[in-house]
Nanobody
Framework: QVRLVESGGGLAQAGGSLRLSCTASGRPFNSFEYTMGWFRHPPGKSREFLASIAWNGESTYSSDSVKGRFTIYRDDLRNSVSLQMNALKPDDTAIYYC?????????????????WGQGTPVTVSS
């Protein structure tokens, strides 16, 4: 079983930045076997894909809603993936989830995910 633990959520002002991190453990976890990603669940809306990064860190994909503002990184030495969020907007308020799938391909939908983190809340005030 793979365990994902997010950190870094909190309160930010519009235009500000936050950096979310997710550390994987268990199984044992070989990060080179997994594509990692970030999703969010805004209040009153459905879960939304944000970004994913392939096992080798060379392929990334981001949704249009965050492209140019959010960047995904991975650090395989620390079994972690991060999401740098800049130019935050009140619409970015949501619970943010780390995700992992044992694949070499990019993931873009929640149905593809094998493992989820417990989520970390982000609130952006205007």
């Amino acid at each position: 079983q793979v365990r994902l633990v997010e950190s870094g959520g909190g309160l930010a002002q519009a235009g500000g930045s936050l950096r979310l991190s997710c550390t994987a453990s268990g199984r044992p976890f070989n990060s080179f076997e997994y594509t990692m990603g970030w999703f969010r669940h805004p209040p009153g809306k459905s879960r939304e894909f944000l970004a994913s990064i392939a096992w080798n860190g060379e392929s990334t994909y981001s949704s249009d809603s965050v492209k140019g503002r959010f960047t995904i990184y991975r650090d395989d030495l620390r079994n972690s993936v991060s999401l740098q969020m800049n130019a935050l907007k009140p619409d970015d308020t949501a619970i943010y989830y780390c995700a992992a799938k044992r694949t070499t391909l990019i993931i873009t939908t929640a149905n593809e995910v094998d493992y989820w983190g417990q989520g970390t809340p982000v609130t952006v005030s205007s």
